[in-house]
């Protein structure tokens, strides 16, 4: 059974960091790729950051910058560095792994809430 945990979301106010985690077990970790997408309210679900299984690293034009996808596929774990964080981030961050290249499934988080407030 494939599961997608994620953590370290959190209220942060304007100009502060958090950092976000995905630990998945189930599957052979080191041949999806990896992502952060965000949806907030009354909003679609958009792409955060992408992390293929060539290294090729895809930032949205909103969070290049400030935002940094990483892996460990040791630990089976990719990560989301968010700095700078402004009040417009403030969403449901969901982590995704994607096998669909490699003839596998797509799989989703359940998301973290991070709120951006003063």
């Known amino acids: 059974q494939v599961q997608l945990v994620e953590s370290g979301g959190g209220l942060v106010q304007p100009g502060e960091s958090l950092r976000l985690s995905c630990v998945a077990s189930?599957?052979?970790?080191?041949?999806?790729?990896k992502g952060w997408y965000r949806q907030a309210p009354g909003k679609q679900r958009e792409l955060v950051a992408t992390?293929?299984?060539?290294?090729?690293?895809n930032y949205a034009a909103s969070v290049k910058g400030r935002f940094t996808i990483s892996r460990d596929n040791a630990k089976n774990t990719v990560y989301l560095q968010m700095n700078s964080l402004k009040p417009e981030d403030t969403a449901v961050y969901y982590c995704n792994v994607d096998g669909r290249r490699h003839g596998r499934n797509n799989y989703w988080g359940q998301g973290t809430q991070v709120t951006v407030s003063s």
């Open positions: 992390f293929d299984v060539g290294g090729y690293i």
């Open positions: 189930g599957i052979s970790f080191s041949i999806y790729d």
